[in-house]
């Protein structure tokens, strides 16, 4: 299951051109990163790096670059890292491949740069539940004694959402129907399931609350397709 989900992810980022903005998630900084800073920023100790994992084509990378001095964007699809390197190109973001369900290669990251700051956008939903254990692993592995996790997920509600806008019409939310044509299906988790996954690793809550993706998908009538997510702020526990 892990392979196939990997590979699925390589081939998305393959197969679309190298531009922004093509993914459904690739929205501008100023209502994404930038936006939530008031979200994450008293919680992020400013001499930790920061980490944007899951990084894909590094749009957030580079936002969270002009508050951070160290930033590393990281993605398990080469591809997705050839993306971020190219339209990231005048950025200081280190891009790395990495795969966040390996504990072993979070372990050797931490070893290299000791506790840092997570920012994790639209990653652990897109799992399967036997890896999300073993990135929550890797979270707090990362993490250390003083990093924090600013993790934000599809809501439940997010399905429906999908679901009423793909039946609108054949043509509707082209971008979204370009994500299920390499097998990767968006997954609304129902309540509390981000927390259970991350208090088993040890990692707990400090702040949460509700957010909206706003996507560069469109509707029919013109309107943008716009998904709502849950966020929580979180460390490993004292």
């Known amino acids: 299951m892990a392979d196939s989900v990997n590979t699925n992810w390589q081939s998305f980022w393959a197969d679309i051109p190298q531009e ?6 690739d929205s501008s900084p100023s209502v994404t990163a930038t936006a939530q800073l008031p979200l994450f920023e ?3 100790a400013e001499a930790l790096p920061v980490l944007d994992v899951g990084c894909g084509n590094g749009t957030q990378s580079a936002a969270l670059a002009e508050r951070y001095s160290r930033v590393l964007g990281l993605d398990f699809a080469p591809a997705a890292i050839e993306h971020a390197r190219k339209l990231q190109a005048g950025s200081p973001v280190e891009f790395r491949t990495f795969d966040l ?3 072993a290669a979070a372990r050797a990251l931490h070893g290299e740069l000791g506790d840092v700051n997570i920012y994790l ?3 652990l939903h897109q799992m399967p539940d036997e890896r999300r254990a073993d990135a929550a692993a890797s979270l707090a592995a990362l993490l250390g004694e003083t990093g924090h996790l ?3 997920e599809l809501a439940p509600a997010a399905g429906l959402t999908i679901k009423s806008a793909i039946e609108q019409s054949p043509d509707a939310v082209p971008k979204m129907r370009q994500v299920f044509k390499h097998g990767l299906t968006p997954a609304a988790w129902e309540d509390g399931k981000l927390e259970a996954v991350l208090a088993a690793a040890g990692i707990e809550i400090v702040d949460s ?3 909206v993706l706003q996507g560069t998908d469109t509707l029919p009538n013109g309107d943008r397709l716009d998904l709502p997510m849950n966020y929580v702020v979180a460390r490993v526990g004292r």
């Open 121 to 123: 956008r639209g990653v």
């Open 20 to 25: 922004s903005g093509v993914a459904i998630w």
């Open 42 to 44: 008293p919680h992020f």
């Open 150 to 152: 600013f993790a934000v």
């Open 101 to 103: 369900a390996d504990p």
């Open 209 to 211: 609350g509700s957010t």
